[in-house]
């Protein structure tokens, strides 16, 4: 007898089928975990993509897009995209070359200069970059040296408890989710200290991968410290913790500036001790006296939250014992240390399920419309935050609220409350005996309320771009329709800067824009704060991926590592291959699904964009199935050393890299005969007949000739 996998609507019937699985708790239905290649980094390469924009082609280097053209060409229709360089001079990529641009992010009062086709220009800026990167490369890999060389604590392979454990989390985890714990525990169980960067947006579940590292720790007699950036955060991952750990006589604890000494010093002693498992803290962890027995796991959430001193202690802790950093806006010196392996990155792309955007709405500050919204959240019964970020003013505000709203009840809380104050306070929020929360920036990281799915935000314009992504995602941890209000004052001139913050936080509203939302930031900053004005100035010539290849290439040559050139392949096969209008029409959305589909490297990347296009728009036209057929043979052509393709007549060419013929003549000469012609010259080709004009066959014959080579 079959089983269900998940349950399903029946319009016809009007009738709704739920799963066993899904009644029943005790039985989690386990997905599969999927692997991807993608680097993060690749999949925003046309984050909010504008005409006007500069782009970076990689052979051609710096231009502005104008937009997508569709060519008709001896019957056939493509789209391209169109690039323009110095003295108006033109470039057409095609669609399925797309993986061959990013956007050119370098901050926005930068004007980049626009190369010239055919110069050498974009050549020399790029070798004159790559030589002042030597010392960058030098840190870098000295860093990765020492980490290599360090002896660190091999952890044990998973116990039966820790299987017990994982099996009592109360919701359904998601494929990244499964994905990322098993690379922290695999890190865990070498005999090198871990360095692993944890990325997800806010409400992805980085707080159940990090306990259950820190219950893996535990297991094996070692001690783990939480370090978190606010008061109000560590309280909540305290309750978090303790309540998961409970029946695993597990002891917990929490130390911040709130507690009192009595209480501090008992918990500093007991550390030392070694009778306290788990630490939960903020910047007091960091203090002189904190001594452990013996620590083996160092958590940090949103490291970049804390000051320079902070970070020295935070190097002393990571000489020797596993560390997992967390983050939802990952500033980009963490990404490209990432990328040249000093660090290994984790990310979390998948949503929870069930779990809605925010809809945000930017706009100046109207008291009706304040109003109207708390009204509307409350009366569904749910909660409110209200960000008011000013100390002096913030109680008169929530006297105003209360006089505006009488049905609601408000409380008010700020960092320069004593801790017991705030730990009462938002008790007694989180137990929903209040229903407004107006506070400060300490609601910026962490606090999770599934029943609060309204934040009002004041005086926005002032608030950095990372901090209000942070802020917003304090909403829509629930299943319900969460509203952000991103206010600013009537009448309010705003700088440049504050207005492109604004405007990108009220674009960036879809489920995993953390990483835009970094690149954004940058984009608008500059780098100069980030790398230093020395290596911003040569961030800015190239732009930010580029900047990042270059010193991916400079740190492999500076290791003795070879670097294969990659091979820019070129397809020119007689099929009509793009997205109609009337399928997308939307040519932001347009240029979304060629990029994932130019971004495909293996079959199961195809399935993937496959799955996620249907899903969106319906099924498929056959122009957009030759479209992802083409991805297919290019990544099949790669493999093989194979730089072009191309139609000649009822033929198919395939021209392969110099000295690099290494296919088996003679398998090929047993399968198609004389439908297969070779020409062993300085670039070796070879010829298949496929006798028809057909686009399926050419593409079907094509593909089934490049697996036949592998």
């Known amino acids: 007898m079959g089983k269900l996998s998940s349950g399903f609507e029946c319009y016809d019937l009007n009738e709704i089928v739920i799963s066993a699985d899904e009644l029943i708790n005790g039985e989690k239905r386990r997905k599969k975990i999927v692997h991807s290649e993608f680097k993060e980094g690749e999949k925003i390469v046309f984050a909010d993509l504008r005409i006007g924009d500069y782009v970076v082609h990689k052979k051609y280097g710096i231009g502005i897009y104008i937009g997508v053209n569709t060519i008709k060409a001896d019957g056939m229709i493509k789209d391209y995209i169109k690039i ?12 399925n070359d797309l993986d061959s641009i990013r956007k050119y992010i370098g901050g926005d ?4 200069k626009v190369n010239k086709l055919g110069s050498k220009e974009w050549e020399n800026t790029k070798a004159k970059v790559k030589k002042n990167l030597r010392e960058v490369a030098k840190e870098l890999i000295e860093l990765y040296a020492k980490r290599e060389k360090i002896q660190g ?14 099996a009592s989390f109360p919701y359904q985890e998601t494929d990244d989710q499964l994905r990322c714990i098993e690379e922290v525990k695999k890190d865990m169980e070498l005999n090198k200290p871990m360095d692993r960067l944890l990325c997800g947006d806010v409400g992805y579940g980085k707080t159940e991968v990090a306990i259950r590292a820190a219950f ?8 783990v410290a939480y370090l978190v950036p606010t008061t109000v955060l560590a309280e909540q991952q305290y309750e978090e913790f303790k309540n998961r750990m409970s029946e695993f006589a597990i002891k917990v604890e929490i130390l911040n500036r709130f507690k009192s000494k009595k209480y501090q010093d008992e918990v500093v002693k007991k550390l030392k001790l070694g009778e306290v498992d788990v630490v939960i803290g903020t910047h007091r962890l960091l203090s002189k006296d904190i001594e452990f027995k013996d620590l083996g796991l160092l958590i940090i959430d949103e490291e970049h939250r804390f000051g320079v001193k902070d970070k020295e202690k935070i190097k002393q802790y990571k000489s020797n014992i596993d560390v997992l950093t967390m983050t939802a806006t990952p500033i980009p010196r963490t990404m490209h240390m990432s990328i040249v392996g000093v660090r290994d990155m984790s990310v979390i792309y998948e949503p929870p399920q069930n779990r809605r955007p925010v809809q945000t709405y930017v706009l100046e500050y109207d008291a009706e419309v304040v109003k109207e919204a708390i009204i509307k959240e409350l009366e569904r019964g749910g909660q409110v935050f209200y960000l008011f970020n000013n100390v002096q003013g913030i109680e008169k505000k929530a006297i105003d609220i209360s006089k505006s709203i009488p049905e609601a009840n408000v409380v008010y809380a700020h960092g320069q409350m004593t801790g ?3 730990e009462d306070i938002m008790k007694e929020f989180i137990e929903g005996k209040s229903n407004v929360l107006v506070c400060t920036t300490i609601l910026e990281s962490g606090i999770d309320i599934p029943n609060a799915n309204t934040i009002i935000v004041e005086n926005a314009d002032r608030m950095g771009l990372a901090s209000l992504y942070q802020i917003r995602g304090r909403v829509g941890r629930s299943d319900k329709q969460a509203y952000a209000y991103i206010t600013y004052k009537k009448d309010k001139l705003l700088s440049e800067v504050a207005d492109k913050r604004l405007k990108a936080i009220k674009e960036f509203t879809d489920f995993g824009s953390g990483f835009k939302i970094a690149m954004r930031d940058l984009e608008i900053r500059g780098a100069g704060s980030l790398l230093g004005e020395i290596q911003s100035g040569h961030l800015e ?8 290849n270059l010193l991916d290439e400079v740190v492999k040559e500076m290791k003795g590592i070879e670097i294969k050139p990659e091979i820019d392949i070129q397809i020119d096969l007689n099929v009509t291959s793009y997205i109609p209008d009337e399928y997308i029409s939307d040519s932001n959305q347009k240029i979304e699904v060629y990029q994932n589909i130019a971004l495909c490297r293996k079959e199961e990347d195809i399935q993937n964009v496959i799955d996620e296009i249907i899903d969106r728009f319906g099924n498929m036209p ?3 199935e030759n479209l ?3 991805a297919r043979i290019k990544y099949l052509a790669k493999a093989l050393s194979i730089t072009k393709i191309a139609s000649r007549k009822t033929a198919v060419v395939f021209t392969f890299e110099q000295n690099n013929f290494e296919i088996d003549i003679a398998y090929l000469v047993k399968q198609y005969g004389n439908k297969i012609k070779f020409s062993n010259g300085i670039k070796p080709m070879i010829t298949l007949e496929i006798g028809s004009n057909n686009e399926r066959q050419i593409l079907n014959d094509v593909t089934e000739f490049l697996k036949g080579c592998q």
């Open 153 to 166: 604590y091999a952890f044990s392979k998973d116990t039966e408890w820790q299987n017990q454990f994982e």
């Open 420 to 422: 017991a104050k705030i």
């Open 541 to 548: 010539q190239v732009g930010y991926d580029t900047y990042c």
């Open 622 to 624: 056959a122009e957009l």
């Open 84 to 95: 323009k360089y110095k003295n108006d001079d033109i470039l057409y990529i095609p669609t």
């Open 216 to 223: 893996k720790a535990v297991m094996d007699q070692k001690q």
């Open 628 to 630: 992802i057929d083409i």
């Open 109 to 112: 009062r930068i004007q980049p």
